[in-house]
């Protein structure tokens, strides 16, 4: 017996987080797109989509946030900080992958510097992942050492059931223990059994991947030209990516006063390195192509211990001109065989 949810209780779930004062957000899908947004009871939810188009990075790390707002004085400079938001949320089915993410990014959020947007939003969240039991050409998350069903970075785990009512629950950590004890009694114990998780191919040979990459002298590889051709630099691979956490800081007012924002950037946008001088090292879209690989399965693994990518696909399934990682990664592993 384990203890499950019934999908006809979730209205009931939303009022009760929502009177203990959290804001709940799921997966919703709207005219154009679907992402993780506030909805106000249970029909809000879609949960037959693969995954939203966009991740949940976005609710943590946002495309645009103000940090602080400047007064410039004739003989010194005022300053006041924004604060960190203290919403209480609960997002009710996270992907796997999607969660990960997040766990992968508290390396990189908490390193020389700990950013007090980041962690504030990450402990004031509660994350429900509901495990995937389909998955479409682009998932890649077991070639990443993770899975449909993976609990990194989430507070509670649901599988669907098979006869589709509802699903079972397993508790993570506290913090998710704490937010599903605002709706034990409406949980019940059933021997119900959970439908099997989706099952994912890999797609390439990760350790082969890094040998390649690690070696310096493929860093010259025409490999790396042949393979970007196509790229136009547009960025939506990073911006969809739930890990992909590059920023730029700029202050945006007049003479004597403005704000400080954090903004979104990118490795793809050829601006990304260009240095006051008019030099760039990274000139062509092969050379910011390759630094997105390295990043993820080669600097960022040798600083943080984990890959900077949970496999979620969307980089291959947004890019208008039919690239991503998954390819990069399988024509690595053919030469590196
Ligand atoms: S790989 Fe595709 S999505 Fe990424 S920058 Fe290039 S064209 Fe855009
Ligand atoms: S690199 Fe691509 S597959 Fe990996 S997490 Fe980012 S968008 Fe998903």
Redesign the pocket.
């Known amino acids: 017996m384990t203890r499950i949810l019934l999908s006809d209780k979730l209205d009931n779930c939303v009022e009760r987080w929502r009177s203990a004062g959290m804001t709940v957000i799921g997966p919703v899908q709207g005219e154009s797109i679907s992402r993780y947004a506030v909805v106000e009871n249970g029909a809000g939810f879609d949960f037959g989509m693969i995954l939203p188009d966009r991740s949940v990075k976005e609710l943590f790390f946002p495309q645009t946030e103000p940090m602080l707002r400047y007064t410039i004085k004739k003989s010194e400079i005022d300053t006041a900080d924004f604060p960190p938001p203290q919403e209480k949320r609960i997002i009710f089915g996270a992907r796997a992958?999607d969660a990960s993410?997040l766990a992968i990014d508290d390396s990189l959020f908490g390193w020389d510097y700990k950013d007090d947007f980041w962690f504030h939003r990450r402990n004031e969240s509660v994350i429900v992942t509901i495990a995937c039991t389909k998955a479409d050409d682009f998932c890649?998350c077991t070639s990443l050492d993770l899975a449909p069903d993976s609990t990194k970075g989430c507070d509670v785990l649901l599988r669907p059931l098979e006869n589709n009512r509802g699903w079972q629950v397993e508790e993570i950590t506290d913090r998710g223990r704490e937010a599903f004890a605002v709706i034990a009694d409406l949980l019940q114990e059933s021997s119900d059994q959970a439908a099997p998780t989706a099952v994912v191919t890999e797609k390439f040979n990760l350790d082969a991947c890094v040998t390649w990459l690690q070696n310096p002298e493929n860093f010259d590889s025409k490999f790396w030209k042949e393979i970007s051709m196509r790229c136009i630099g547009c960025a939506s691979?990073t911006y969809?990516?739930?890990?992909?956490h590059c920023f730029d800081i700029q202050d945006e007012g007049d003479t004597y006063s403005g704000i400080r924002r954090k903004n979104w950037d990118s490795c793809s946008f050829a601006l990304f390195t260009m240095h006051t001088s008019g030099h760039n090292p990274r000139s062509t879209q092969s050379a910011r192509w390759r630094q997105r690989i390295m990043h993820?399965f080669n600097y960022f693994p040798g600083k943080f211990s984990v890959n900077s990518?949970?496999?979620?696909?969307?980089?291959?399934r947004q890019c208008p001109v039919d690239m991503?990682?998954?390819e990069t990664l399988q024509e690595i592993s053919k030469l590196q065989s």
């Not at 969809?240 to 992909?244: D, I, K, Q, R, V």
């Not at 990518?309 to 291959?316: D, L, P, T, V």
Request: aromatic residues 0%; charged residues 10%; proline residues 5%.
């Open positions: 992958c993410g890649m691979c969809l990516c739930p890990t992909c993820k990518c949970s496999g979620c696909g969307r980089c291959s991503g990682i998954t």
